[in-house]
């Protein structure tokens, strides 16, 4: 129904060029519903509509009541991309983000995934950046879960474990490097590059190993990456016990 499009309230911002004497002007060639919904989608408000009878007034208020009035495309934007970061269905994560309360936060979504389709300028396109995003946290999901098992399958993985054949066209990573990294990752998780490097920095170890000192969080994160994908890829003849 026409009247739903008022819960998605940036769907028609183009809408803003009108105002809502002329929106109520076209109530003779269309519908008054199609008048509601040109001029409160975009949140509208005028005192010049005491004309409309009772009961119609009633029922645009009850509308405004559940559309999301107070919700601009900033807010959607923000949204969008939140999505994108943590998963459509972390309705906390995407409240601190929007900076909206996460009641407010998963009534829009769903709103936005059962109207938005019929709605939403360029609404595949935010989809697919959506799905994209939530791709990639299941990739880390899974390059998480492999680190994990591989690291519990040592007793002392910080000594024990060693990498065979990772990188080794154009390799500036020994072995030593790679397993403290690997260990490192796991303590700190995924994308923690900063951490990763503020540890190695201050291990003894290190110390004098002035190339990993001066790699950048940027380089230390791609290097665990690979390593973590390493790990997924584990097999007998990958790995060796030294």
């Not at 269905?89 to 979504?109: C, H, N, T, W």
């Not at 990752?185 to 995924?190: A, E, I, Q, S």
């Not at 990993?212 to 584990?234: D, F, H, P, Y």
């Amino acid at each position: 129904m026409l009247t739903h499009s008022l819960l998605l309230t940036y769907s028609l911002t183009h809408s803003l060029t009108h105002s809502l004497t002329h929106s109520y002007s076209l109530t003779h060639s269309y519908s008054l519903t199609h008048s509601y919904s040109l001029s409160l989608v975009v949140g509208v408000y005028s005192n010049k509509v005491g004309w409309l009878p009772p009961h119609l007034l009633e029922e645009k208020n009850k509308l405004l009541s559940e559309g999301f009035g107070d919700w601009t495309k900033v807010h959607f934007n923000a949204f969008t991309k939140a999505c994108a970061k943590y998963g459509r269905s972390e309705y906390e994560k995407l409240a601190k983000d929007i900076g909206k309360p996460s009641e407010d936060v998963k009534r829009y979504s769903e709103t936005f995934w059962r109207l938005g389709e019929k709605h939403i300028n360029e609404f595949e396109r935010h989809v697919k950046n959506i799905e994209k995003g939530e791709k990639r946290l299941e990739e880390i999901q899974r390059l998480t879960s492999a680190t994990k098992k591989l690291i519990m399958m040592f007793d002392d993985p910080w000594e024990e474990l060693t990498f065979r054949n990772i990188g080794t066209q154009g390799r500036i990573f020994n072995a030593v490097e790679d397993r403290f990294l690997l260990c490192l990752t796991h303590v700190h998780g995924y994308g923690s590059w900063d951490l990763v490097r503020s540890s190695i920095r201050r291990c003894e170890r290190f110390r004098f190993d002035f190339y990993l000192q001066s790699c950048s969080a940027e380089t230390l994160g791609k290097r665990c990456e690979n390593l973590m994908k390493a790990a997924e890829r584990v097999s007998p003849n990958y790995l060796i016990i030294s």
